[in-house]
């Protein structure tokens, strides 16, 4: 133990004569200037944003935004036909609406999340959710939607918002939540 702290506090010295010599170089240096990444995306502006997002009122989509969480909920009447994987023709003007919106932010994952109804049974609504939801982020990154990660996923009837049971695709508990973080920096 005598040794650890000899030995820490022996660092520590050697620490604070290094930040200080550093710090004593930085003011001295033409580049005193943090440097700062842009926050926003080249062409993306707040108006704009805005604009997209009462768009989407038209689909019944909610833009939820905490700090710089965003949270996109999509119905998945307006995506798919009932009970079914895949996308219909009238969807994919919706969704190059959200690509569009995504594409405004800084952003390094994007996570694609699908949630049903109940269905007959609970394994069946976790496969049907987890293809939605493959569907849903494969035509994102196929749209060039600049992210590093895109990942899905499908929680079947998991984590309802409503007490609502039967109604298929009609209800509000059967949804796919497009969720990222706004990186400033």
């Given amino acids: ?7 820490f506090f ?11 010599g550093m710090s004593g170089c930085h003011r001295n240096s033409k580049y005193s200037e943090p440097q700062e990444l842009p926050y926003k995306v080249a062409g993306a502006n707040d108006c704009k944003i805005i604009n997209m997002q009462t768009q989407f009122k038209k689909y019944s989509v909610r833009v939820i935004t905490i700090g710089q969480d965003y949270l996109v909920s999509i119905p998945s009447k307006q995506l798919f036909a009932n009970e079914s994987p895949r996308l219909t023709w009238e969807s994919y003007k919706l969704l190059n609406g959200v690509a569009c919106y995504l594409k405004q932010f800084r952003k390094i ?10 269905c007959v049974s609970q394994r069946r609504a976790r496969a049907l959710t987890s293809a939605r939801a493959r569907e849903v982020g494969d035509y994102l990154w196929s ?9 899905t996923q499908g929680l079947g009837s998991d984590k309802p ?7 298929g695709d009609l209800s509000p508990n059967s949804r796919v939540e497009i969720t990222f973080r706004d990186a400033v920096a």
């Fill in 109 to 118: 994952a994007v996570t694609v999340t699908a949630f049903s109804n109940r």
């Fill in 1 to 7: 133990m005598r040794r650890f702290c000899v030995g």
């Fill in 10 to 20: 022996g660092n520590a010295v050697f620490f604070t004569a290094l930040l200080l």
């Fill in 143 to 151: 749209q060039g939607v600049d992210s590093r990660f895109i990942f």
């Fill in 161 to 167: 918002i409503m007490s609502l049971t039967g109604m």
